[in-house]
């Protein structure tokens, strides 16, 4: 099993001193791959929401999975937003009645 190191501070263009993660070849290639899975996953279940209040549900499993990828990415921005739309997408889903279709504008 390959080890996760921790790097030295580095200086981006900014200035400020960030400490990362260095994580091996290939778990970075694992990892890419999951964030290209979960993103894919969550636009096409967003894509089929029209089609019922489980496509909804799952949108909101893709955010929940993007959300994860951004994290570990270490780009946390993309993190938060990504949790912030799968409480909007969860939220959806309570709010809709069963055997309702979503509205093709995502309106009420």
């Known amino acids: 099993m ?5 790097t030295s501070a580095a200086k981006p263009a ?11 070849v290939t778990l970075r290639r694992v990892l890419t791959l999951f ?3 979960a993103v894919t996953f969550m636009m096409l279940m967003y894509a089929l929401e029209h089609r019922g ?3 909804v549900f799952a ?3 893709g955010c929940v999975l993007s959300s994860a990828y951004g994290f570990l990415a270490g780009t946390w921005p993309f993190g938060v937003v990504e949790l ?7 939220n959806r ?4 009645r069963k055997g309702v279709t979503p509205s093709a504008g995502h309106t009420r």
């Open 14 to 24: 900014s200035g400020l001193v960030v400490e990362g993660w260095s994580y091996p």
């Open 35 to 37: 964030g290209a899975a």
């Open 59 to 61: 949108f909101g499993c």
């Open 93 to 96: 889903y309570r709010s809709l």
């Open 2 to 6: 390959q080890q996760v190191r921790r």
């Open 84 to 90: 912030i739309w799968a409480g909007v997408a969860f």
């Open 53 to 55: 209040r489980r496509f």
